[in-house]
């Protein structure tokens, strides 16, 4: 756990959360000396990692937290430690069953305690949850484990009150966001579930929290002038690079040679399931030890091939974005990915997976300006329009009606119903209560069609601007080191030296003329017509500027100048 330097915290306020600044902090407090003890006694980590003692002490004494750190840079670490501090559970919501019993796993190997953890979920036997439930009820387990659709249910928050948590975790944290590359929608709930727990102190963790992701972040979950932690982003150690393509053909042929000639082992990340098997068995023919991943394969075999790469009995994963959460090989030397990426945020999730152990590792973007129409369908998504009319005519007796009642009376899934209720809460034409779910006034069908179009269609818009950011780390000849790290809200930055553009130099040819730009990266700027933003990345003839309405937007930025369209808030 000791030794991981470079920590990094933006500037700014938000949403009145302050962001601390992590290197050079000289507080040394009881609490920190007690978060120290426990890491040495209960867990045997030497030592903490920056930024990881100041986010412990923050959430013991009481504030809400919103912690965002590079994959593999000891998240867990703060609320296992916070939660051995503090009274009552810590509950601890995790988007994926996997993932859940990994962190019970390893929290009952460290401690020696087969109570310490519980989880609570579909894929358990009624009898293990009961167990479960009655370990957190005598007070022997100091966490639990959930999924967030576990916190839709009546029993499940009932229980939970009764525990009183003295901390709600939850992991994963961009799913609650619109504006993230993985959102959930039933995190969208998770703010009303965490009121009725009395609010207790709330730590938010992702690896994936650009500027906008925060803020929506600290909205939705209801964090109170929450102390916000950035940091890990930079991974020096990694060589970044994109290599562009005329032809798909000629694409393919080059990742394979590329991932057969590197140091093994690695990943390679695809865009579809098909392509998965079909590249792992030309790998296997070329010599490699390869297995496909994908999420259309049974349960039984994800967790093989993911044993299988863990313990070293495989040279290459072939993946989908499904192969990720939870990954914990600290000798990957590679991450090819042969499609482009629905977002910066994913992508750079992805490539963190490499070069875990400070060695030299390589993350190589495979890319073809066609491939963005492939996202693009990928993104497409339309509202059921039957499914809106029944469910709002099943709410339209005016009482709050359980989730499992109006599965029933609406005669929709309680699959695709989680799917509906979010778009109808998003629009704000159904609330959440104690007692279940009520329209807020009586709507007319075609209204509420409408309305959740508009979501849907600001959804569709949301997607199409990540991609657009992508698009811009692809094509951009600055350093891609330094894109990244604006884009996370590292701002000022040097060329890394480390990137495919830092050796042909371009880098920093453009570092220069982008020194006398005017526009500050996390600047806030005014639109005329898309309102307040935030400056995302500035380049010699272009600016990012991320707009809520309309989210982000690559401008000229000679029109800029010109006309006057962006003015600081």
């Not at 034409?429 to 009586?442: I, N, P, Q, S, Y």
Request: charged share 30%; aromatic share 6%.
């Amino acid at each position: 756990m000791n030794g991981c330097e470079g920590w990094v915290a933006s500037a700014g306020h938000i949403l009145g959360g302050t962001v601390l600044k992590v290197n050079g902090s000289s507080h040394s407090t009881d609490v920190r000396e007690r978060a120290a003890e426990v890491a040495r006694t209960v867990f045997g980590w030497p030592s903490l990692r920056p930024g990881q003692a100041e986010a412990v002490e923050a959430v013991v004494e009481g504030q809400d937290l919103l912690a965002v750190m590079a994959t593999g840079y000891g998240k867990s670490a703060i609320y296992q430690i916070a939660a051995h501090l503090l009274e009552g559970p810590a509950v601890v919501v995790s988007p994926l069953i996997a993932l859940q019993a990994d962190q019970v796993r390893h929290l009952a190997e460290r401690t020696h305690d087969d109570e310490e953890a519980v989880a609570v979920n579909s894929s358990q036997s009624a009898s293990a949850n009961r167990a479960a439930w009655e370990s957190v009820a005598s007070g022997a387990a100091e966490f639990v484990f959930l999924a967030p659709e576990q916190l839709a249910k009546e029993e499940v928050l009932e229980r939970l009150e009764q525990a009183r948590p003295g901390l709600v975790v939850v992991d994963e944290a961009h799913c609650v966001s619109a504006w993230g590359h993985d959102f959930r929608p039933d995190y969208l709930r998770l703010g009303a579930a965490i009121e009725r727990l009395g609010h207790p102190r709330v730590l938010a963790l992702t690896a994936t929290g650009s500027a906008p992701v925060r803020d929506e972040i600290v909205e939705r979950l209801g964090m109170r002038s929450p102390r916000i932690i950035v940091g890990g982003f930079d991974r020096p150690n990694i060589r970044l690079a994109v290599r562009r393509h005329e032809h798909d053909h000629e694409k393919e042929q080059a990742v394979l040679e590329q991932v057969v000639g590197l140091e093994q082992p690695g990943l390679l990340y695809v865009a579809t399931r098909g392509d998965t098997e079909r590249l792992a068995d030309v790998l296997s023919e070329r010599g490699l030890r390869a297995a496909a991943y994908h999420g259309g394969l049974k349960a039984g075999e994800r967790r093989e091939v993911h044993r299988r790469f863990s313990d070293g009995e495989l040279d290459v994963a072939v993946a989908t974005s499904a192969f990720g959460m939870g990954i914990d090989k600290a000798d990957v030397r590679y991450v090819v990915h042969a499609d482009i990426t629905d977002s910066v945020d994913s992508y750079y999730q992805e490539v963190g997976r490499c070069g875990r152990d400070g060695e030299p590792a390589t993350a190589t973007l495979h890319y073809r300006q066609e491939d963005l129409g492939l996202r693009r369908f990928f993104a497409g998504g339309k509202a059921d329009h039957a499914r809106v009319r029944s469910v709002t005519s099943a709410l339209s007796t005016g009482r709050p009606t359980p989730a499992g009642d109006l599965a029933e009376s609406s005669g929709v899934s309680a699959r695709a119903l989680t799917g509906v209720l979010n778009l109808l809460i998003e629009a704000e034409l159904v609330r959440e209560e104690a007692d279940g779910f009520t329209l807020v006034r009586k709507v007319a069908d075609a209204e509420a069609i409408r309305a959740v179009d508009e979501v849907v269609d600001r959804r569709t818009r949301i997607d199409e601007s990540r991609l657009a950011m992508v698009r811009g780390f692809a094509e951009t000849l600055r350093c891609r080191r330094q894109y990244l790290l604006e884009y996370f809200g590292d701002a000022g930055t040097e060329p890394c030296g480390n990137c495919d553009t830092c050796e042909s130099g371009s880098a920093y040819e453009h570092d220069d003329e982008d020194a006398t730009s005017g526009f500050r990266v996390d600047e806030r700027v005014e639109h005329p017509e898309w309102g307040e933003g935030r400056v995302m990345s500035v380049e010699d003839d272009r600016l990012t500027v991320f707009f809520e309405s309309v989210g982000y937007k690559v401008l000229s930025r000679e029109l800029v100048e010109e006309k006057g369209l962006l003015a600081p808030e």
